[in-house]
């Protein structure tokens, strides 16, 4: 049976913008399923890491992404049975994600996939896309921005509370070229959907987001 009558909303920005953060929250709240569509992109990187493949071997990117034996388990990401959790979030395989991202054969690769996360009683997607390409119909799309230098704060703190070492102005580097690749880029580039509602949170917690989130949410049921 068609899965299109089940609620999604989804939350497109930048890299390091709190979408993931904000987009759980939102998705706890609702009891609604929640797709980090990065994570893929991610676990393809990884695996493509792993194997040794080269980036100009577009045939075998598209395959790795095909063929991508993962699952989720709350905040566990499994690559066939290892967890992965931590390793994807490594800044090497982030750039690794962002580029291999570009290619269209790995996007189609992973469409289905996203697709299937579709299920009762809704859900929250987060990525790139997902209001532009994968949910064009969702009933609720965000598009969450915020600063490079709001953004560049938020990495440097996460990555040394977990003990990782970091320098300011290598991560500001990363993030513009992330952005420059992710924006510019010809298949699926970074944007907002058409009827995407807007959201700065560089001044904002993401407790604050995730209730002007909820609360565009509730609007859209009372129409
Ligand atoms: O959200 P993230 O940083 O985990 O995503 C990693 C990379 O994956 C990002 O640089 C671009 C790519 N990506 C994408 O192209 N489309 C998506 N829907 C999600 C991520």
């Known amino acids: 049976m068609s899965n299109t009558h089940i609620p999604v909303i989804t939350i497109d920005g930048p890299t390091a913008s709190g979408k993931g953060t904000v987009a759980q929250k939102v998705?706890?709240?609702?009891?609604?399923?929640?797709l980090d569509s990065g994570a893929l992109y991610r676990l393809t990187a990884l695996s493509v890491l792993r194997r040794n493949i080269a980036l100009d071997d577009e045939h075998a990117l598209a395959k790795a992404a095909q063929h991508l034996h993962c699952h989720f388990?709350?905040?566990?990401?499994?690559?066939?049975?290892?967890?992965?959790?931590?390793?994807?979030?490594?800044?090497?395989?982030?750039?690794?994600?962002?580029?291999?991202?570009?290619?269209?054969?790995?996007?189609?690769?992973?469409?289905?996939?996203?697709l299937s996360f579709r299920q009762?009683?809704?859900?929250?997607?987060?990525?790139?896309?997902?209001?532009?390409v994968i949910f064009?119909?969702?009933?609720?799309?965000?598009?969450?921005?915020?600063?490079?230098?709001?953004?560049?704060?938020?990495?440097?703190?996460?990555?040394?509370?977990?003990?990782?070492?970091?320098?300011m102005q290598h991560l500001l580097k990363d993030l513009m070229e992330r952005d420059a690749r992710d924006i510019n880029?010809?298949?699926?580039?970074?944007?907002?959907?058409?009827?995407?509602?807007?959201?700065?949170?560089?001044?904002?917690?993401?407790?604050?987001?995730?209730?002007?989130?909820l609360g565009w949410y509730a609007a859209t049921r009372q129409i």
Do not use: C, W
């Open 73 to 114: 388990s709350g905040a566990h990401i499994f690559l066939a049975s290892e967890d992965v959790s931590n390793d994807i979030r490594a800044e090497e395989v982030g750039n690794l994600a962002s580029k291999i991202a570009a290619i269209p054969t790995v996007r189609q690769a992973l469409y289905g996939l996203q």
């Open 27 to 34: 998705a706890q709240h609702l009891g609604f399923h929640y």
């Open 120 to 132: 009762h009683p809704g859900l929250v997607a987060d990525g790139r896309d997902m209001g532009t």
């Open 185 to 213: 880029r010809s298949s699926a580039p970074l944007r907002a959907a058409g009827g995407a509602y807007l959201l700065d949170t560089s001044e904002m917690t993401a407790d604050e987001a995730v209730e002007q989130v």
């Open 136 to 167: 064009p119909h969702a009933g609720l799309k965000v598009f969450l921005t915020a600063s490079v230098e709001a953004r560049a704060q938020r990495r440097y703190k996460q990555l040394i509370e977990k003990g990782v070492s970091a320098i």
